[in-house]
């Protein structure tokens, strides 16, 4: 815990420039964003800062596919359209960010459980591993993502995701740290490796991203 607690402020270091070095997205004109739903107030989407470790991705949707692999029956490649195809959810979610802010937004997107159920998870698979297009990773458990209806979220605050926060989809894992938010995803894996570690958890963060536990790997 000790050395963990040595590395914790390079990491953070490490968190802000990444953001530091992105452009914020400014919302194009004659656009119009949601800012208060069902009485709630939302974040601006130019507020959030940008937070990534190769700077915003930008993907052709011609050559899109989000892959489905792994412990699956049937492993898919989906277009865009194809997973936009699948029952929509919508519903407002705060991220928190380990670099101490939060956005509260209304995101709009499928459930990922839907996706898995498509492709038919084999047994042994309790982990779910999201890869990112710029080679980010994180992995939640199947159970968590099944049971609290964890988006692929495609809009937010009513506007399509923009591509310097995620675009095609970012995954929003509600009360999990900001580095479970997978952004630009391209790939959904099922896994029997409960070890598995993503990228800022082999960097010494907590393999859980509880909101409520802590930050770091015990």
Partial sequence: MGKLRRIAPLLAVLLVVACAESSRYTVPPGSVEIRQYQGQD???????????????????????????????????????DQVLGYDRVTKVVTLHCVEGWDATILWEGVAIKDILAAAGVRDG????????????????????????DILLAFKMNGLTLPAELGFPFQVVAESKWGYKWVKWVDGIELSSDTSYRGYWETRGYDSNGDQSGPILEP
């Fill in 42 to 80: 939302l974040s601006a989407i130019s507020d959030m800062p940008e937070t990534d470790i190769a700077g915003p991705q930008r993907v052709s949707l011609d050559k899109y596919r989000l892959k489905v692999s792994g412990l699956v029956n049937t492993p898919l490649e989906l277009t865009y």
């Fill in 125 to 148: 698979a309790p982990v779910v591993i999201f890869h990112a297009v710029d080679g980010y990773t994180s992995s939640l458990p199947l159970a968590f993502v099944q049971t609290n």
